[in-house]
């Protein structure tokens, strides 16, 4: 399967001067509206997900820390490392009526099918945002129960950074993730990448996942431009189910040792911002490539 996906968006914003006296919260800046706020000028309930956050979760899977902020209900229905995510409780509805976007374009499926989470490295993830309620006005239809906007991080200036980090486990389990990011006075680049592989405890079981993203940004004066690209990889060997017998003379069997799942694609966002006194125009393409 082949899935196309562009769109084009222009909007504009008044900012307003914050107050001398901002409480605590109003430091937190979001993005909700497309635009940086402060949670108090805001009109519908948002919780941020940090980086920080992220580090400290003893999780490698987006979709069970996004469950561990108590937001949100997340479902296994196809033995994926794709969760089904249900935030306001419309069961087995969840996904297609919870938004998932990455750095304001979406990503989640039309065809009942879960958003792949999975190809986002979580080195790259900045902060994530959970908007309560329902965001269609603003990001199209889907978002009944809400909207999840995960926003990937860009070089600060003077920034010079890296990281490597692997990990290994039982059934043949391996991680490696690796990432750069440098900023200059003009041309910031960051780079991430993760590669993770496990024979799983059933045979037939084995599952593969590379993602790669890069965020190659250019600022001057009031305005900036960037291009961002991500890919994803998976290889999924499916074992099928088994009744309480057969569980019972082997668990790791499989009677479908032939099955197997692949979905790779990508995604290309060219966008920027420029600003003038307090007004702001922002514009972003995005293109996206996505094969099963």
Do not use: K
């Not at 993760?194 to 593969?208: H, I, K, M």
Request: hydrophobic fraction near 35%; proline fraction near 3%; charged fraction near 25%.
């Amino acid at each position: 399967m082949r899935r196309l996906i562009a769109s084009c968006c222009t909007a504009a914003a008044i900012l307003a001067a914050p107050a001398a006296h901002a409480q605590a919260e109003d430091a937190v800046i979001i993005t909700a509206t497309r635009f940086p706020d402060t949670r108090r000028e805001l009109p519908i309930g948002v919780t941020v997900i940090t980086a920080d956050d992220l580090r400290r979760s003893a999780s490698s899977n987006l979709a069970e820390i996004l469950a561990q902020s108590g937001l949100l209900q997340i479902r296994d229905n196809a033995g994926t490392p794709n969760a089904q995510i249900d935030l306001r409780g419309f069961g087995a509805t969840g996904d297609q009526n919870t938004l998932v976007l990455l750095d304001g374009v979406r990503i989640s499926e039309n065809e009942q099918l879960p958003a792949q989470l999975s190809r986002i490295p979580l080195e790259a993830i900045e902060r994530i945002e959970i908007l309560r309620g329902g965001g269609a006005v603003l990001y199209g239809g889907g978002a009944s129960g809400g909207t999840i906007n995960i926003i990937t991080r860009r070089p600060r200036t003077g920034e010079m950074s890296g990281y490597a980090l692997g990990r290994a486990g039982g059934y043949g389990t391996r991680e490696l993730r690796a990432g750069l990011a440098r900023q200059g006075d003009g041309l910031g680049l960051s780079l991430a990448l993760s590669d993770e592989d496990t024979e799983g405890y059933r045979r037939n079981n084995r599952y593969q996942q590379t993602d790669f993203a890069a965020n190659l940004e250019a600022q001057g004066g009031d305005a900036r431009a960037y291009l961002r690209f991500g890919y994803g990889e998976q290889r999924l060997r499916l074992p099928g189910s088994l009744t309480e017998t057969q569980i019972a003379a082997d668990p790791r069997q499989t009677l479908t040792p032939d099955d197997y799942s692949r979905r790779h694609g990508g995604q290309v966002v060219l966008g920027g911002a420029w600003r003038s006194g307090r007004h702001e125009l922002s514009a972003d393409l995005a293109y996206r490539d996505r094969r099963a």
